[in-house]
């Protein structure tokens, strides 16, 4: 049955949002609503344009017979900005301070809408650069690793530190925990991830680097490519970080016990992905 153009326009932003970075072709869309591709394209145009101006995303359009529509989502440097400055709010609470100076950080991370725009803020820095998998570690890391995944629209990959039956063969790595020196060990299942993947690394909180060294360390072992590591916290860190390269949502600058206080400022990712430090645009 024909469409009307309202109910077109409404079906295929909610298709698009649901297959973001995968290209439709007009051909699928005039099919699904006994449209003529003339008619598509216009709706098209609507939809390009109402994203780019409410910074919902890119809607790419490619002509020719191969040719379609793909929807690239990213978030504005203003709402990313807006965002993190919520978030250090939230951090700032002096009800997160835990006994040992530790900063308590699950509840955000177990709330869908901050774990959408986490998802969003860390695909956007990932806009112009392939990657095939999500990697992160057990557990805390997982939602993160779940929503970049769906924006991306690609698989993630769970590193743990004790093997799982279920898991079959897995390749695993000892690595130095940046804060602790320890030597732990951390493995993947090998059909977790394909020789050559190009793979982006997140967690929700960094210290010294361990960690994220690890997953380096085994993303070599797949002989996989590491895209880049972002992380939704980083801690206060006198000592020699493991890693560099890296990017942080939020850093907890001071934990002051005795007083009760937590201090949090933006981490480097407004200025890595925008070029701007908070409130100097």
Known sequence: MKTR???RLVDMTRYLLEHPRTLVSLKFFGERYESAKSSISEDLGILKRTFQERGTGILETLPGATGGARFIPYILREDAENFIAQIIGEVNDESRLLPGGYVYLSDLLSRPDILRQVGRLI??????????????????????AQSVATYLNVPFVIVRNDSHITEGSTVSVNYVSGSSKRIEKMELSRRSLQEGANVLVVDDFM?????????????????AHLVGMTVFAEGEFTGHRLVDNYTSLVKVNAVDVNNQTIAAQPGNYLSTVFGTEMGNK
């Not at 992160?136 to 993160?144: E, F, L, N, S």
């Not at 210290?207 to 002989?223: A, C, P, V, W």
Request: charged share 20%; glycine share 12%; proline share 2%.
């Open 5 to 7: 153009r309202s109910d």
């Open 123 to 144: 695909a956007t820095q990932y806009l112009n650069q392939d990657v095939d998998a999500v990697m992160t570690v057990a557990t805390k890391g997982i939602p993160i």
């Open 207 to 223: 210290k010294g680097g361990g960690t994220l060294n690890g997953m380096r360390s085994l993303i070599n072992e797949f002989d």
